[in-house]
């Protein structure tokens, strides 16, 4: 069960006040701590508790942070909890932290994402009337593609986080990167 903070965020779609969603989740526990956080909230928690001197694990690929999103939002949690309730109670609002293009970036060039992955999104993304960027650039038919993907991963990431996760599962699941991790687009198993 995922702690839904979210939906004291938008109400019709349109996006409340931030004092309004803090205040919404005043009365949900913080102090569970078997949080059911999404992936938004786990990152907003790692971010907010870093802000305070949290520390993860140094200098690994950026892959394994995403491996252990969950667990380092834990941790954070529990660090949060400690020194700043109030900090855990607005990361858990908090609006999405990745930019879309960073994003979909790290997605596309996992080196899991593949040419089926990116013809299931632009799909997705053309059912949506999503119409990518063109480019003046002369590009190969697959170069096109690709960029069309990435393009779509961007917009379903800003737009339709749900329905992007619906497509392409683990691949989504990113975590903000410390300044010590190193980028690979390769992801193998620790």
């Given at each position: ?10 109400k019709g779609g349109k996006p409340r006040s931030r004092s309004v969603a803090v205040a919404h989740c005043d009365d949900m526990r913080v102090d569970d701590d078997r949080l059911g ?127 992007l996760a619906e497509l392409l599962g683990d691949l989504v699941r990113l975590a903000p990167l410390p300044l010590g991790a190193r980028h690979t687009g390769r992801c193998s198993s620790?």
């Amino acid at each position: 069960m995922l702690l839904d903070c979210g939906a004291a965020v938008t109400k019709g779609g349109k996006p409340r006040s931030r004092s309004v969603a803090v205040a919404h989740c005043d009365d949900m526990r913080v102090d569970d701590d078997r949080l059911g956080l999404s992936d938004r909230q786990a990152r907003a928690v790692i971010i907010a508790a870093e802000r305070l001197a949290f520390e993860r694990e140094p200098d690994l690929y950026d892959c394994w942070y995403d491996q252990s999103l969950h667990d380092d939002a834990l941790e954070a949690a529990d660090y949060l909890r400690a020194r700043d309730r109030d900090a855990l109670r607005e990361a858990l609002v908090a609006e999405e932290t990745l930019p879309a293009d960073h994003a979909a970036g790290r997605i596309t060039e996992s080196g899991r994402f593949t040419l089926a992955d990116a013809d299931l999104v632009i799909r997705a993304t053309a059912e949506l009337d999503f119409t990518p960027p063109s480019t003046d650039l002369p590009l190969l038919p697959w170069q096109m593609t690709w960029e069309h993907a990435r393009a779509a991963v961007a917009f379903m990431w800003e737009q339709h986080p749900s329905r992007l996760a619906e497509l392409l599962g683990d691949l989504v699941r990113l975590a903000p990167l410390p300044l010590g991790a190193r980028h690979t687009g390769r992801c193998s198993s620790r």
